[in-house]
């Protein structure tokens, strides 16, 4: 099993050259079709004092927006030619600018989809939640600071026995096989599995296992700290470079009232993560 069809989305020209990183260096290693997706912003038509369109503003941000589209698709095409890998370019349009949101048909085409981490502070970027939440296939988060990978030595695999940690796992196995160590995470078994504390992880293990992963399980009580708290730590304990967990909530108006695991892991996460839903 491999990845054959890699969608990357490209925002803008700061995010691009790390995520092109990332999904060039994976394409070469596995022979996989490379397609790159991007979202024109379409100008909101503005009127000028007298109430008609401002037509020089729309003219301005259109003439800008394709100026971007353009430096973009260069970009792109450079990289790929360069490296020799089958490529293709998919520029869209949509009063977002979000590829994540206007280009789901071709991303759910897709084997694998790259993204960027998005930025905290300012918004920009791609919408990495809704990608993840509308898109049906997994999403391989490329953090914003520190080294760009596109093989992993060291993976935590947080399991809580749902249905969507199962997803994410299996759509990660290329990456657990090729991994030297997958470390599997199970927080409060009690409250997470059909089983007793002591074989949490045994299950899932056993079948990676048969896959040539070489897996461990490590089982904590979270206690008064949170899920997202005991992650990080163990991401750093571990030295893991990938994490892989499923995008799991009750309701989608709780996590957009209140947050949760998965909104916090996509927005703080200092490694490359890899999350299905």
Same mark, same amino acid.
């Given at each position: ?28 290693? @596995? ?23 401002? @037509? ?11 100026? @971007? ?14 490296? +020799?890998?089958?490529?293709?370019? !998919? ?9 994540? =949101?206007?280009?789901?048909? *071709?991303? &759910? ?8 981490? !998005? ?15 509308? *898109? +049906?296939?997994? =999403? ?36 657990? =096989? ?13 409250? @997470?599995?059909?089983? +007793? ?6 299950? %899932? ?10 897996? *461990? ?17 163990r991401l750093a304990a571990i ?10 909530s009750h309701s989608w108006l &709780?996590?957009?009232?209140f947050g949760g695991v998965t !909104?916090?892991?996509?927005? *703080? ?5 890899? %999350?299905?839903?």
């Amino acid at each position: 099993m491999t990845y054959r069809t890699i969608a990357v989305i490209l925002q803008g020209e700061q995010e691009s050259s790390r995520v092109l990183d990332c999904a060039v260096s994976l394409a070469t290693r @596995t022979g996989a079709h490379l397609v790159g997706v991007h979202a024109e912003v379409l100008p909101v038509p503005y009127t000028s004092a007298v109430g008609f369109p401002d @037509t020089d503003f729309i003219q301005v941000s259109t003439e800008l927006n394709k100026e @971007t589209t353009l430096k973009l698709r260069g970009i792109f095409h450079e990289r790929a030619e360069d490296s +020799g890998v089958s490529f293709e370019w !998919r520029t869209l349009e949509s009063f977002s600018g979000d590829g994540s =949101i206007s280009g789901l048909s *071709s991303i &759910r085409s897709a084997d694998l989809v790259i993204a960027a981490q !998005r930025d905290v502070e300012s918004e920009d970027g791609t919408d990495v939640e809704s990608l993840v939440y509308d *898109s +049906g296939r997994p =999403i391989l988060m490329v953090p914003q600071s520190g080294a760009v990978l596109s093989s992993y030595r060291r993976v935590l695999l947080a399991w809580n026995g749902s249905k969507e940690a199962a997803r994410a796992t299996f759509d990660a196995l290329p990456f657990l =096989i090729d991994a030297e160590q997958t470390d599997i995470l199970i927080i409060d078994p009690s409250h @997470t599995a059909e089983e +007793g504390p002591d074989a949490a992880g045994a299950r %899932i293990a056993a079948s990676l296992s048969r896959h040539g992963v070489n897996v *461990s399980v490590s089982v904590q009580e979270s206690g008064s700290q949170s899920v997202e708290a005991l992650i990080q730590e163990r991401l750093a304990a571990i030295g893991a470079d990938l994490l892989v967990l499923g995008a799991y909530s009750h309701s989608w108006l &709780r996590e957009l009232l209140f947050g949760g695991v998965t !909104r916090s892991i996509l927005r *703080s996460s200092p490694v490359t993560v890899l %999350i299905s839903r």
